[in-house]
């Protein structure tokens, strides 16, 4: 059973400098339909104009990744972590017992687009934390996040298996999904036909239930990948 997400339908908060589509209910935007799925809470697909940014605030009890679009992203937390986040790397802040943090685009010039992702920890009061890894180069299908890390994927306290697709033209992706797993599918730039069913730069969809996902594309494009329990 795939379920889409079209990017229409999905909520918006605008200011003088954001523009922000929510795949769930944040902030002031709450749809009773769309609250969460599975262990992903939040599906932020943000863009921040020159300058702008959100001032220091808390977090507690949540895995945040963030992965960068376009521009470069200015990240700081009560950890002590300073860094710019670009295209192809992917950061991790574990929220746990408490962490205050802010994000601002480095650029006094160009806009910084990101997509910002909130997954529930499997237990509360962990340690908080941080991680920054440069995402795999090229083609294909690429883990970028699970509960073992790696080489190249940061580490999240969940059952939670994320990868980064690109494809080329024409090209196919397979992803198998194992009995009583999920997966949920956000197309983060072209077009892309899962199973059948078109999606565009935006869109996504919840999946549940389906043995294969297979992945086609008439152009390039991208996808983030959350493989669920």
Not at 131 to 152: D, F, I, M, N, Q
Not at 194 to 222: K, T, V
Request: hydrophobic share 35%.
């Amino acid at each position: 059973m795939i379920t889409l997400r079209p990017e229409k339908e999905r909520g918006r908060t605008r200011l003088d400098w954001l523009d922000s589509r929510h795949s769930f209910s944040f902030g002031q935007y709450q749809d009773p339909h769309h609250v969460e799925f599975r262990d992903l809470r939040v599906i932020n697909d943000d863009r921040v104009g020159p300058g702008g940014g959100f001032p220091t605030h808390p977090h507690r009890d949540m895995e945040i990744l963030t992965c960068v679009l376009e521009g470069q992203l200015a990240h700081q937390d009560s950890l002590g972590t300073g860094s710019v986040i670009g295209p192809g790397e992917l950061q991790k802040m574990s929220a746990g017992s408490g962490i205050r943090h802010s994000e601002f685009n480095a650029s006094e010039s160009h806009p910084v687009h990101f997509y910002q992702i909130w997954i529930y920890p499997e237990q509360s009061g962990l340690a908080p934390s941080y991680e920054k890894k440069a995402t795999p180069p090229g083609p294909g299908l690429h883990l970028v996040a699970s509960p073992e890390g790696g080489e190249r994927a940061v580490r999240v306290h969940q059952d939670v298996w994320v990868y980064l697709g690109r494809l080329l033209d024409g090209a196919e992706l397979e992803h198998a999904l194992a009995p009583d797993r999920h997966a949920y599918l956000q197309v983060t730039r072209g077009q892309v036909q899962l199973n059948g069913l078109s999606l565009s730069a935006g869109d996504g969809a919840a999946i549940s239930q389906e043995e294969w996902l297979r992945l086609r594309s008439p152009g390039p494009a991208e996808i983030l990948l959350f493989d669920l329990n």
